[in-house]
């Protein structure tokens, strides 16, 4: 890959099927069995990658909670090396999150719960899921990572928020629909792409961003999983739009260390317009 | 003038091509079963069809009936064999003319049109039955927002790969997956009477109207705001017009919901089986 890696993370993108829990497992597995033959230390899914995305009020009934007996081949498999699942979470206190597991040595290391749930246009995720109370890094042994679920990354305070707490880089993953406009690649994969380039470049982090693929209810989603350095270079090309692939990227905490001594844009963050905004704003 | 973007008909294609294999893979059925009518939708219908799941598992159905011009055929039967799909015939004419008269209906060409679509739908769905297979629609974006169709005809079908799809694109659609030039030249026609086109029905033909749609369904203009881009007032006014009379075929019917579970109103579930 012309870069010395410290670590190997692999994207998963996926196609799965709403409702049909054993057969998304089984492209789990299969993605992880992939990883581990090309020595990746993390495996990245999309969102909501064990249930679908289109579930709908199908989430009542295929919510897990963490210690679901579901999740005990995907905790098995995570005693070699990290994953970051995404699956529709069922809350002690009632309410379902749209969250992202990340499991690590055969337990569970940390949760992101989705915090903005689109509502509009083809989207209604605020009638089936609670939004997240918090945005804090997850750690695991390749380092702290911030995640971010799909709309959580066209916010671009999300991104900044996690360089501030020290993230080492950012995991974007996405259940992310598409149109198709003419152009050679589907619409949402381009947009994507622009968001994770600058939020690479403005952060000056890695980013790591998987996609699912494939059609859920005539929906489409956009695949072209990618990955970027912290100065928006490739770390790998991006996955085709509609195939199910591994995209198998180097990630260095060294050389994104290195990247924001010379580029120290983030260090510079202005605080005191943050707390000015926040003050007019009434907050 | 305002026009209609243009598509990656390769693009466009592998998509289809997905959409149809995983439909099939969800359903856990065997396979497709598509009417050909010797035109461009379902042409292009079944070549994706053959392309996706492979063209052993798409059984087509040329369904002709008294009034079929008699190209359609000669023409279902060229595409068939363009793509190597197992062509059954079923002769409707007979079980058309018997209905028709039981119903007193012959002598209404638009009655005799809709009983010979819907006599269509009931063959292909029967027939799929015995495979099992889900009937493979062949509605265009175009017609479904003009609402130019059969309910429970033409337009009923397990599955629409082309029903967003501009009738413009399902041409060049058609022309990159190598529809025989007869099928792709043709003018649009539902072929329940002799002499019957799309255009001459519509007043306009797709090429001519889907701009219009296109800006005013997707670009949210308004009929002055068309007019004013340059689009002629009687264009505008019988293409709207259609989009608004016919609406309801968008959604074939309305369940009454008295209770807090009503589906696809209260409850919104996954169409394929959950497993």
Redesign the interface.
């Known amino acids: 890959m012309g870069r010395p890696a410290e670590k190997v993370i692999a994207l998963a993108q996926i196609?799965t099927?709403?409702?049909?829990?054993?057969?998304n497992l089984e492209r789990h597995l299969d993605m992880v069995a992939r990883a581990r033959q090309v020595g990746a230390h993390l495996v990245v899914f999309p969102e909501l990658s064990l249930s679908?995305y289109?579930?709908?009020?199908?989430v009542l009934?295929?919510a897990v909670r963490l210690d679901d007996p579901l999740l005990a081949p995907l905790l098995e498999a995570s005693r070699d090396l990290a994953l970051l699942v995404g699956l529709p979470l069922r809350e002690g206190q009632g309410g379902i999150s749209n969250a992202a597991v990340l499991l690590e040595g055969g337990e569970v290391r940390g949760v992101h719960r989705k915090l903005y749930l689109p509502t509009s246009g083809m989207f209604d995720e605020g009638r089936y899921f609670v939004p997240g109370p918090r945005l804090e890094p997850l750690v695991c042994s390749l380092g702290r990572f911030g995640v971010l679920i799909c709309e959580d990354a066209w916010h671009l305070s999300s991104a900044v928020i996690l360089a501030q707490a020290g993230v080492d880089a950012l995991l974007v993953v996405a259940g992310g629909p598409t149109e198709?406009?003419?152009?050679?690649?589907?619409a949402g994969s381009r947009r994507w792409h622009w968001i994770v380039g600058a939020t690479a470049v403005t952060t000056v982090r890695p980013v790591f961003f998987a996609n699912r693929c494939?059609?859920?209810?005539?929906v489409?989603f956009g695949g072209c999983s990618w990955a970027v350095d912290a100065r928006g270079r490739s770390l790998a090309p991006p996955a085709p739009?509609?195939t199910e692939t591994l995209v198998v990227t180097p990630f260095s905490r060294v050389a994104a260390a290195r990247a924001r001594t010379l580029i120290p844009i983030p260090y510079a963050e202005r605080l005191d317009l943050w707390r000015a905004a926040l003050e007019n704003a009434g907050a | 003038m305002l026009e209609l973007p243009g598509i990656s008909t390769a693009l466009l294609a592998e998509t289809l091509e997905k959409f149809l294999a995983e439909e099939l893979r969800a359903s856990g059925l065997a396979g497709y079963v598509v009417g050909l009518s010797g035109g461009v939708d379902s042409a292009v219908s079944a070549a994706l069809a053959a392309a996706a799941v492979g063209r052993e598992r798409v059984l087509a159905l040329a369904l002709p009936g008294p009034t079929s011009a008699p190209e359609s055929l000669r023409d279902a039967q060229a595409v068939a064999e363009t793509y190597g799909l197992r062509l059954e015939k079923i002769e409707l004419g007979s079980p058309a003319e018997h209905l028709a008269e039981t119903l007193g209906a012959r002598a209404d060409r638009v009655r005799f049109g809709n009983l010979m679509a819907r006599l269509r739908m009931v063959a292909l769905f029967d027939r799929a039955r015995t495979v099992p297979a889900l009937v493979l629609g062949s509605s265009n974006k175009s017609e479904i927002l003009l609402g130019y169709s059969t309910l429970f005809g033409d337009a009923a079908a397990s599955v629409q790969p082309l029903g967003d799809v501009w009738k413009t694109h399902i041409f060049a659609l058609a022309r990159a997956l190598g529809v025989p030039a007869a099928v792709v030249s043709k003018a649009p026609t539902a072929d329940l009477w002799p002499g019957q086109t799309d255009a001459g029905e519509l007043g306009f033909d797709y090429p001519t109207v889907d701009p219009v749609l296109y800006w005013h369904h997707e670009g949210g203009m308004g009929r002055e705001e068309l007019i004013a881009a340059g689009f002629p007032a009687t264009l505008v006014d019988g293409a709207l017009g259609a989009y608004r009379r016919n609406r309801f075929k968008w959604r074939p019917t309305v369940v009454a919901r008295v209770s807090a579970s009503c589906m696809n109103v209260d409850r919104i579930l996954p169409r394929n089986p959950e497993r």
């Open positions: 196609a099927c709403p409702g049909q829990l054993q057969y679908g289109l579930l709908a009020h199908g009934e295929h198709l406009d003419g152009g050679e690649e589907p494939g059609w859920e209810e005539g489409l739009p509609m």
